[in-house]
């Protein structure tokens, strides 16, 4: 899996999780270089039961946000290698 090919499915890692008061996670992906990214919503209580979020994803390119803000780009491609390193894709975290 690329990080950049033409018509393929691009792999994402997992650059964030936060929580809010209606009991959701949200989980961001991002692609090494922080250019670009998918959020998705899960329910806490689907999650915990489920154990499916992984240290990474893959995503087809028109399901991806451009990331616009610099320091935000960085932060997201540091935290992509940084999990790429760490962990293989399937990791549960």
Known sequence: ???????ERLRLWLVERSYDDRNLITLVYATTDGERYHQR??????????????AAMDADPDELAAVEDEERRERYASEAERMAADHDPDDVI
Request: proline content about 5%.
């Open 41 to 54: 919503e899960r329910s806490a209580n689907l999650v915990m039961g489920s154990g499916d979020v992984t």
């Open 1 to 7: 899996m690329s990080d950049d090919p033409e018509g």
